[in-house]
């Protein structure tokens, strides 16, 4: 008599978790991608950094991009440019009030598309696409030297310069909280979900390391409750080029910018790069 409720029980806790992974699919895009828009304060702010304009271009589908570009002052850097790529919930207008700290380096950030003033909608395949458009276009700029660009990437950044590296010949990759591919940090956060059935971002950055000779900075903190470290290093000991590791002590995923090493980390290893190639 008392397992006649059992069948149904069943059917009903499969029938919620087939429930939760169509939810989890549906709402992937949002989850992976948190767009976030341009507040107009921030942008006259911007405005007001020496050296620092604001760029455009046109994606390959002709979607526009809005990014900024800050020339470093005196134009020592050799033309030596760095272009950021931002977290998933990330408007970089921010990333420029620290772009003096990398002088003699130029410094670039643009926004995903369908965050602050770039049009159309994010997916893995128009990042990255989008990113080797950005490259191309600089590498043309007068100013720039098309030999020393190098490409940084935070968080989910880290997997569209990873992609963009494996495509295009950069001067170097500054990673910061990278991962090994965006199918482990969602399966650490979802343990009991078939996440490489369902994913459609997966940014497997582990597939292309091996492919990349371009030397490479990875920052990382063993407190990253979002990415864990073990990912970043996972990644690091794929890498095919010279390769740095720099560990910030009891740093989270979202205040790492903020500790003591990591700038000092990111300018070492810029200082580190030969003068040609």
């Known amino acids: 008599m008392l397992k006649r409720p059992v069948l149904p029980l069943l059917g009903a806790g499969l029938a919620a978790y087939v429930g939760l992974c169509a939810v989890l699919y549906l709402l992937q895009d949002r989850l992976i991608f948190l767009r976030v828009p341009l507040a107009e304060s921030d942008r006259q702010a911007v405005a007001l950094l020496p050296g620092t304009e604001e760029v455009r271009v046109a994606a390959a589908d002709?979607?526009?991009?809005h990014g900024w570009l800050h020339r470093a002052a005196g134009d020592t850097g050799a033309g030596g440019l760095v272009i950021y790529f931002g977290g998933?919930?990330?408007?970089?207008?921010?990333?420029?009030?620290?772009a003096e700290r990398l002088t003699p380096w130029s410094f670039a950030a643009f926004?995903?598309?369908?965050?602050?003033?770039?049009?159309?909608?994010?997916?893995?395949?128009?990042?990255?696409?989008?990113a080797r458009?950005?490259?191309?276009?600089?590498?043309k700029l007068d100013g720039i030297d098309p030999d020393r660009i190098v490409v940084f990437g935070r968080s989910l950044?880290?997997?569209?310069?990873?992609?963009?590296?494996?495509?295009?010949?950069?001067?170097?990759?500054?990673?910061?909280?990278?991962?090994?591919?965006?199918?482990?940090?969602?399966?650490?956060?979802?343990?009991?979900?078939?996440?490489?059935?369902?994913?459609?971002h997966p940014f497997d950055s582990l597939a292309h390391a091996p492919?990349?000779?371009?030397?490479?900075?990875?920052?990382?903190?063993?407190?990253?409750?979002?990415?864990?470290?073990?990912?970043?290093?996972?990644?690091?000991?794929?890498?095919?080029?010279?390769?740095?590791?720099?560990?910030?002590?009891?740093?989270?995923?979202?205040d790492l910018h903020a500790?003591?090493?990591?700038?000092?980390?990111?300018?070492?290893?810029?200082?580190?790069?030969?003068?040609?190639r």
């Open 62 to 65: 002709g979607t526009r991009l």
């Open 211 to 254: 492919e990349i000779r371009s030397p490479v900075l990875i920052v990382a903190s063993e407190a990253d409750q979002i990415v864990p470290a073990d990912l970043s290093q996972r990644l690091h000991d794929a890498w095919a080029g010279p390769k740095r590791w720099v560990s910030i002590p009891d740093a989270g995923h979202n």
């Open 157 to 200: 950044g880290s997997g569209v310069a990873v992609q963009l590296a494996a495509s295009r010949p950069v001067f170097g990759v500054v990673l910061v909280s990278p991962f090994d591919s965006l199918r482990s940090v969602a399966s650490r956060q979802y343990p009991f979900v078939p996440v490489s059935l369902l994913l459609k």
């Open 133 to 139: 458009v950005i490259y191309d276009s600089f590498t």
């Open 259 to 276: 500790r003591p090493g990591y700038w000092r980390a990111i300018r070492e290893f810029l200082a580190s790069l030969p003068p040609d």
């Open 88 to 98: 998933n919930a990330e408007e970089v207008s921010g990333q420029l009030h620290d």
């Open 111 to 130: 926004n995903y598309r369908g965050y602050g003033l770039s049009e159309g909608r994010p997916s893995e395949a128009s990042l990255v696409a989008d």
